[in-house]
Structure formats: C-alpha cells, structure tokens
C-alpha cells in the first residue's frame, strides 16, 4: 500500500505545483491551503520506502499508511472536481482538449467566487488530516529515502537487452523434465491393475515445478493418443462447486445443461468423461474437498465403462492421493541440485551478461543456496539480477540483501519474492500487486492491464514534458513486460495478437493478493464476501474482483463499499431492475463481462471519475447520449455486445479516448464527427458506412466513415469491418492511412458474405468488369496503404474478392519497407490467385499464415524472391530466406499443386506437426524436435533428409529410389524405426542410445535387419563416460574401424 503512495504523492504534488504562483496567489482563502497541501506532501513524501517496509510487521504504521492512502485518494477526486467544474465553465459543457493531469483549468474554476469557497472549504478539511498524518510520521521516526530508488528506466540498459523473443516461457532444465516426464508417462499409460481407476499424484513444494510436470505429460503426444477424453483444471482455495463442473463438462466436451442443483450436471460430467478412456487433471490441489464433493462419484462411474482411465493431481499434501483412492502412484519432485540451478539461473539473463558468468561462480553459489533448489525462486532471483550488471559487486549487493530473511512475513510467503518485490520502483510495485485482482490461473491479458494501470494513474510521465502523455501506452507496455523479464508474470501464450497473455504462478499470486490485502479482495463466493468484510462494509476495499458463479456476490453488499476504485465482475451476476451504480462515486475502472447489466447503463453517467469502461459479452443494448458526462473516459471497451446495434452521438465529445472498442457488437454506423476525437490510440471493430445516396465520380453527394479516420493520426492499432460496402477507390484515400506514423497493427475485414463471391473469368468486357466487386475490392484496397515502416501486424481476411493482392503487399515495395512486419494473416481469400512476393526477406516475420485461398495453385518463385530482381540485386538474394520464421501455416489450399520454387525445407521446434506431405520440388529437408509428427510423403525430388528427436514418425514414403542421404538422431532411441525397412539411400547417418548401438554392432541381430539393405553406415552414440562411432560398409564383411574420445 505505500507502494501506491510512493507514487502517487509526487503525482498529487505535481498537480498543486503546476499552478502558476502569481494565479494562485489571486484565489482569496485558497492559496494558503493549497500551499499548506503541498508542504504536507512534500513533507510526507520522503518517508513512504520505511512505511512500506515496516508495514509488514508494524499495525501502528499499517494503520499510519492506510488514513495516508485515504487522504491521497481525497485529494485525487477533488482535483478532478476542479477540472470538471473548470471545463464546464470553459466549454459550457466540453471538455478541453487536454490530457487529465494537467492543472490549468484547476486555475479557471477558482476564478469562480462561489466554487473556490467550496472547493477551498474541502481542501482545508483535507489538510487537517494531512496534518495528523504528518506529525504521526515523526512519532514512527521513519527513515528518509537515502538510497537511489532504481526504475525501471535505470534498469534500461540490461533487462531491455533480454528481448521479447528470448523469453523461455517454460525456461526448465531439460534433462531432468524430460526423465521425470518419461518416467510419469509409463505410469499414466501403465495397464497394471488397469480395471481400477489410479490417482498419480506429483508432490512437491510450491514453486518447485508440480504445474509444469503435469503440463508436459498432459501434452505428450503418447499420452494425448492413449486418452481419448483430457480435462485440465486448476484447483484453487476458494473453488465454486458449481463454476468447476460446468469448467469439466465444457472440457471433456458434453452438454452443460439449465439444472441449478448438481444432480444434472454430474450426470452430464460422468456422460462426457464416459466417451472414451479419460484423464482428468486437477492441478493445484490443496484438500481432498473438490474430489470428495465433485468428481468421485462421476469419475468412478466413467473408470468402470472405461477401463484404464487415470486421474493426475498436483500437490503439496503426501496425504490426498491416498484419500482419493485405493490405486496410487506419488511422484516427488526434486529440488535441482548446484548445476542444474546454475544452468536455469543463467536462462534467466541476457545472453551478453551470460558471457563470462563463471566468473560469478562463487557469489552465484551462495545466491543459489538460498534459493534451495526451487525452479520458481531461482526464477525470480535471476529475472532480479537481469536487472544488475554481472560483476562481483553487483551480485553481493543482492547476496547480502536482509530483504532475504523478513521478521513478521507469513510463513507461506516467499521470503524471496518479496526480494525481488522490493527492488520494484513504486510505479511498477502498484503495477504488480494490481495482477492479483486476476484469480489464480487466469490469464492476465496485456492489452486488457495496461489501460487499466493508466487509469488508475500508475503510469506517469518520467519527467515535466507533457509530450510524454501521447505514450503511456507504451509506457504501461514496457512496465508489463519488464514484470515478464522479472519472472513475476509468465507468458501463457507467447505472443497473440494484440499483446501478450500471461499468467502469476499461484506462489507469486499468493504474495501479491497478501501484499494487496488491505485495499484489495478476489471474492469468489458469499462466504468469502463475509469473511473478507465486503458483506457488512466494515472493511474498507477499493478494488474488489467478483468472482466466477451465478451467486457469488449480491449486489447490495457492493454497493456498502463506497470508496471503489475498480469493480471486476467476471460472472453472470443478476444485476435486478432499480439496480445502478450511483454508489461507486469514485469509480475509475469498470469491468464486466458475462453479466446481464443493461439495467445498469442509466446509471453511467454518474461515475464522473471513471477512465475505464469495459463490458464484454454482455446483454447491453445501448448506451444513453448523456454518457459524455463521463468526462475523463479514456476506454470504452464494448466486446462481443451483440445486442448494441448503434453507439450515442455524444460519444464524439470523448476528446479524451484513447481506445474504442466495439468488436463483436452489431454497431453499423460511427456517428459524423467521430473524427474530432484526434487522442485514439487503438481503434477495434470500426465499421464502414456509406450514406444511401448516388455517389458520382467526385463523391461530392455521398459520405463514407473511412473519411473520418482522416485526422486520426495517433492510431497505433486499427480493424476495419465490412469494407465490402465501400463504392469507390476515393473514399478509402480519404482515410488517409498513410500517414498513421505511428500504426503498428493493422486488420482489414470484410463480411463473411463476401468470402462466397464468384471469381469471375477474364471473359467480360471492360465496362462489364468495372462493374465487378473484385476490380473495385483490388482498387480500394489499393488505396488503404498504411505506413509499412513500423508496421507490426497485418491482416486481411472475412473475404476479400480481389483477384490479387495490392501493390504495397508486393516487392520490392514488401522487402524494403516492412522492416518490422512479425505477424502476416492471409485469410478467405476466394479469388486470389498468388501469394505476396519477396516474403522469405522480411527480416522480422515471425508468423506466416495463409488460410482459404482456394485459387492460388502453385507457390513460385515469387514467394522467395522478388519477381523484379535481376542478377545484379545479389544482397537480397542472399539474404536467408525467413530469418525469424517460428510458424507457418498453410489451411484451405485446396488447389495447391506444387510449391515450384522451394528446394530446402527446415522444420525446427513444430510441436503439434502431424504431417509433412507433397513437396515435389523439395531437394532437402530437415526435421527437428517434432513429437507429434507421423508421416512423410510425397517429396519426389528429395536428395537428404535429416530427422532429429521425432520420436512418432511412422511413416516415410514417397520419395525417390535415388535418395542419396538420411541422417537419423534420438539419444533415446532403442530401436529403429520400421520405415527404413522401405527406402535405400546411399548413405545413412545414424545417432542413437547406448543400448541400440550395441545391438547394431552385431550384424545378426533383429535391428540390424531392418538396414542390412543400406549400402553405407555411420552409427555413434554418446554419453558421459565417452562416444563410441564405428562404421560398417555393406558387403565387406568386417568391422572397419572403431573410436573412442
């Protein structure tokens, strides 16, 4: 909590200081009081790092830190006051044309005699507790700041150097994952006893990688195969009984059902996991309650009618497996002895600090010791020394912390984490603890946190220029990710769209929300309503978190809580007719989703503080033209609304909004003037609109919404939809996306409708064909060039009829300018017939998908390399083709003949490959570390293969008699695959197990057959102890040569 003070009581002083001293000295009655306010701030504001410290053990300074954080709140709400009295003066109702934060309409409201009486009479009764706080200070005898408090600017010039793409979402030691793996596996698919449902239970400490385990075994693709009916779920403390059947039937695929009791549903349940052998994962589990109460009876009922089912749990607790049945199987996982620590320890940091890190090796010893094995902490310890420059100073630094050892932390609170909470700048602490208000195992989505930081007034600018306001956005991004490099949140998926989406292992979640606790709550049911105070208002909660179920909270024990900040409702909560939100007067963030709150809208406009308005797949069918009133909104977040069909026409008095998002909803038209609002940053679901009227060849009699996106030049995120209805090429210029400098993503729609379009032959004349939608579909989007520069992602689909793609989707125009292009989606596409040109030489295409394009029928050589380049453009050709490429996908090409011009093909970390099929031109391929792939085929020009750790390849035909090599490697391979019993390369290179070298070395053995055929051989294996290699060439007879190193 004084974290929050921290930062914001620079902030509240910077307010008052903005006040030109010769004005304020104008305010009779009110510049005393100003000037008292911020001698208390400046005055307060050097002890909050000790409060913060000694909070933890000291209630008397808890209590100090709490009547503080309450005044700072005070203060905060009547400057808002002051702005919006200032604006309606100003404007008559307007808002100005200023980011909030700044102060100068503070000054023109007080020249009002009757409101600076008023608002000078509040600040003069907030001084008389800032006065009380202030001298209580001095009886704590806090320690002035005296150290340099880092940021997370300090820490620019290391942690930045570790990149996004370096993250290691899994970041494992290898070789002790995968035996413990292989080792559960067995037993998940061992038949022993198999008429009996087993419990397999992973044991082990939190943070010690019990999650982790069971996601790879869930995911093994032998596993995936046996098991026809998978569930995974996350066990919480304080789990719905309800909310968690409907989450497995969902999941094992069966019908919900409308039963409010659980006889229906657990019926439904046992019906769902009875349709094949099953295994259900309950992660995270801390009694044997969700068990006993939930899935015994459906999970013995399934197990009988099929045999071998399993069910796996993680834990802490020796005792469940035992508990839940008579068949167990315990797996404890191991603290990681000094050198896999020291192996995942330098995962942590960026590659040039690893550099020479042996050096570290002693300080880096003792440092290790104190993380006692525990992948989590050494996780944590080492995104901390990220931040630090690798010397042996630095490192003691950290080594010599106090902060290691905490008097008065509960017991189950990592010591450690706190360490690495500490060395947080306040901003980016508020930042953290914020994440807790996601319940455990929920995705913490990057494009949905960050604005809720800037509302909140987390994210400041650095310094007094304001020019600095255009980018909190990126700001709050940078603060995201550096709690990613930090290991205090972990990417779930790692990269999607429109941000990252993260989760907070249960053991960091667990010390954010006791970090949080005072102000914030996650209620999941009315019983932990109680408990927490919600229910009878006797604790004081800014920002509540409303849990998953139909009942979980009324909304009458909401509406006590009158000092909210932010409202999270995740459930389909029945909000009654009469029902507003009047209570919440201090409102900044609002967010729900799945709940029936249209009886809510009336009552918007009185959130005067709000700045974020999320409501996702809710029933809200409009929203009420006084919603302007809201002057400080900044989000209108409005997903998967399907009920809201127009939006107000005050909504383009918002000169404030930095985002609008109406994906999802039926809005067909944005209302004239929309494009006054010149402060959108991100711009979701914006529909194309053409006035019902002729539209002649000037455009003089119509009007098109595209024209109004003409002076939006700080969109860094745009989605068109339905641009199907656009009429003419002009309009679309008229949006001017050109000079979008900063657009970073950018995703063109057009109706599902359009994707059926017939591809017209070439047999019409001219005018016939000026009158086709595809001629006019290549023309307008022609005319929709965005700055391709900075340009991110792009993506095109929902039907586009054009025959082929625009100019500036082609080289040289592609190669040269998409310099920062990572995410490319071609989607239905009915009529065009090829592929963008020069794509192999985008340097930072991370992401290539191309899906329903039945048209195209060959991929040439304009795929790899500009149709225009001449011999004398030899950089380009060079360059390697696809530098970055982590993920191709090509859906739907139905017509596809050949790929023409691809000659090598490299497969590297495809982890859900099945089949590489039809490749005629392909000369060389390599395939690595793809478990799931089975089958090769169809690849007639192939000279060499080479096929690493693709341990479930069945199948490998279709490729020449002539085929000069194959290079086969598993180090677990104990037998040959049956395949090579049907091709005859010239040569085969062979790295194997121990045990199947062994069998090799004898030509009469089983294995020796299935090559016996091969005319030439290298076979090798490794090991700790050496490496033996021998080679053997058909037909001589004898043993040629064998090396040991």
Same mark, same amino acid.
């Given at each position: =909590? ?32 100003? %000037?008292?306010?911020?001698?208390? =701030?400046?005055? $307060?504001? *050097?002890?909050? *790092? ?7 053990? !000291? ?10 954080? +309450?005044? =700072?709140?005070?203060?905060?709400? $009547?400057? !808002? ?29 007080? &020249? ?33 700041? @005296? ?117 229906? /549903? ?89 550099? +020479?890190?042996? &050096? ?72 953290? =603890? ?30 007094? @220029? ?59 049911? !009315? ?54 939100? &009047? ?15 249209? %009886? ?60 609008? !998002?109406?994906? +999802? ?15 959108? &940053? ?22 098109? @919404? ?51 379009? *017939? ?16 001629? $006019? ?10 700055? %391709? ?9 929902? +039907? ?12 040289? *125009? ?46 040439? /050589? ?140 004898? /030509?009469? @053995? ?40």
């Amino acid at each position: =909590m004084a974290a929050v003070l921290d930062a914001m009581a620079p902030y509240v002083q910077k307010l008052i200081t903005d006040m030109a001293e010769e004005e304020v000295s104008m305010l009779l009655g009110v510049s005393g009081e100003i %000037t008292k306010l911020e001698d208390n =701030m400046e005055g $307060i504001k *050097a002890f909050l *790092a000790d409060a913060e410290r000694r909070r933890l053990t !000291d209630e008397s300074v808890r209590r100090w830190v709490s009547k503080l954080k +309450g005044a =700072m709140y005070d203060a905060s709400d $009547i400057l !808002d006051l002051c702005q919006l009295e200032a604006d309606n003066k100003r404007t008559g109702g307007n808002c100005m044309e200023k980011v909030p934060g700044c102060f100068q309409p503070f000054l023109f409201c007080l &020249r009002n005699p009757v409101f600076a009486h008023r608002i000078g009479s509040r600040i003069k009764e907030l001084n008389q507790p800032h006065d009380q706080i202030r001298r209580g200070a001095a009886e704590f005898n806090f320690l002035a700041n @005296s150290q340099n408090r880092r940021t997370t600017a300090d820490a620019e010039h290391s942690s930045s150097l570790k990149t996004m793409s370096e993250f290691d979402e899994t970041a494992i030691v290898r070789e002790n994952i995968e035996r413990d793996t292989k080792g559960l596996a067995q037993v998940l698919l061992n038949d022993e006893n198999h008429h009996d449902l087993k419990v397999v239970s992973i044991v082990g400490m939190g943070g010690m990688g019990k999650t982790t385990l069971a996601q790879k075994n869930f995911n093994e693709p032998t596993v995936q195969k046996h098991f026809k009916v998978k569930v995974w779920l996350s066990i919480t403390q304080q789990f719905d009984e309800a909310e968690l059947l409907r989450t497995a039937i969902e999941h094992a695929g069966g019908v919900l059902g409308g039963a409010q009791d659980k006889t229906l /549903p657990t019926r439904n349940l046992t019906d769902a996991l009875s349709a094949g052998r099953f295994l259900l994962v309950l992660d995270d589990m801390w009694s044997d309650k969700a068990w006993s109460d939930v899935f015994c009876v459906p999970a013995r009922k399934a197990s009988q009618k099929q045999l071998g089912s399993r069910i796996l749990i993680t834990t802490r607790l020796e005792h469940l497996a035992p508990m839940m049945g008579e068949y167990f199987h315990q797996h404890h996982v191991r603290p990681l002895d000094i050198e896999d620590a020291w192996s995942l320890l330098k995962k942590q940091l960026p590659p040039d600090q690893v550099v +020479g890190i042996d &050096r570290l090796k002693n300080t880096e010893t003792e440092i290790l010791k104190k993380c006692e094995g525990l992948p989590l902490a050494i996780k944590v310890i080492g995104g901390l020394l990220s931040t630090r420059y690798p010397s042996e100073r630095d490192w003691n630094v950290v080594l010599t912390c106090p902060t290691w050892s905490v008097a008065g932390l509960p017991e189950q609170l990592d010591s450690r984490i706190y360490l690495s909470y500490e060395d947080l700048s306040p901003q980016l602490k508020q930042c953290f =603890m914020y994440c807790s208000l996601f319940p455990k195992g929920e995705e913490i989505l990057e494009d949905v946190v960050v604005p809720m930081w800037i509302s909140e007034g987390f994210i400041q600018p650095p310094d007094e @220029s304001s020019s600095h306001e255009h980018g909190l956005e990126e700001m709050a991004t940078e603060y995201y990710r550096e709690l990613i490099r930090r290991n205090l949140i972990e990417p779930a998926v790692k990269y999607s769209l429109t941000g990252y989406r993260c989760t907070m292992h249960d053991v960091v979640h667990t010390f954010a929300e006791y970090m949080a606790r005072k102000e914030s709550v996650v209620v999941v049911d !009315d019983k932990q309503a109680a408990t927490c105070g919600c229910r009878d208002g006797s604790k004081i909660v800014r920002h509540p978190s409303v849990g998953q179920t139909i009942s979980a909270v009324e909304w009458v024990i909401l509406q006590k809580q009158k000092s909210l900040r932010t409202l999270i409702i995740r459930s389909s909560i029945k909000f009654q007719p009469g029902d507003t939100l &009047r209570s919440f007067s201090s409102l900044q963030v609002l967010f729900i989703r799945s709940a029936g709150c249209d %009886t809510l809208v009336g009552s918007l406009s009185t959130l005067k503080h709000l700045r974020y308005l999320h409501l996702e797949d809710t029933d809200v069918s409009r929203l009420l033209d006084d919603i302007h009133n809201m002057k400080f909104l900044q989000y209108i977040h409005l997903l998967d609304c399907e009920k809201l069909h127009h939006l107000p026409r005050s909504i383009v008095k918002f000169v404030h909004l930095r985002s609008l !998002d109406i994906s +999802g909803s039926n809005v067909s038209a944005m209302p004239k003037g929309f494009g006054g609002l010149t402060n959108l &940053r991100s711009l979701f679901g914006f529909p194309v609109y053409v006035d019902d009227v002729v539209v002649d060849h000037e455009g003089s009699s119509s009007w098109c @919404s595209l024209q109004e996106l003409a002076h939006l030049s700080q969109l860094r995120q745009l989605t068109l939809h339905s641009l199907q209805k656009v009429p003419a090429s002009w309009m679309a210029g008229n949006a001017m996306l050109s000079s979008k400098a900063h657009l970073s993503y950018l995703e063109l729609n057009y109706s599902s409708a359009s994707g059926h379009t *017939a591809c017209h032959g070439g047999e019409a004349d001219e005018q016939e064909q000026q009158r086709q939608p595809s001629v $006019i579909q290549e023309e307008v989007l022609e005319k929709l060039c965005p700055p %391709t520069y900075y340009l991110e992602h792009l993506v095109l689909e929902r +039907g586009y009829a054009g025959r082929q793609l625009p100019y500036w989707m082609h080289a040289p *125009a592609s190669a040269a300018d998409f310099k920062s292009l990572r995410f490319l989606q071609l989607e239905r596409l009915p009529c065009c017939t090829q592929l963008p040109d020069g794509l192999c030489f985008l340097p930072c295409l991370q992401v290539l998908v191309v899906k329903d394009a039945p048209a195209i029928k060959r991929i040439g /050589p304009e795929f790899q390399a500009p149709s225009c380049l001449s011999a004398g453009h030899t950089a380009a050709a060079l360059a390697p083709p696809f530098p970055k490429l982590i993920n191709l996908k090509l859906v739907g090409l139905f017509d596809w003949e050949e790929w023409q011009a691809l000659r090598r093909l490299h497969l590297y970390d495809l982890t859900n490959l099945t089949s590489v099929e039809n490749f005629p031109s392909v000369v060389k391929l390599d395939v690595f570390r793809s478990p799931k792939l089975k089958r090769i085929s169809g690849l007639s020009s192939l000279h060499e293969i080479r096929i690493v750790s693709c341990p479930n390849l069945e199948v490998l035909e279709g490729v020449p008699s002539s085929l000069d090599s194959l290079a086969l490697q598993d180090h677990d391979m104990e037998a040959l695959p049956g395949y090579l019993r049907a091709v005859n390369p010239r040569y085969l290179r062979l790295h194997c197990s121990k045990k199947l070298y062994r069998s090799l070395s004898s /030509p009469g @053995s089983s294995e020796w057959s299935k090559i016996r055929h091969i005319e030439k051989h290298d076979i090798s294996y490794n090991e700790n102890c050496g490496a033996g290699i021998f080679r053997w060439r058909h037909g001589a007879g004898v043993l040629h040569g064998l090396y040991r190193n």
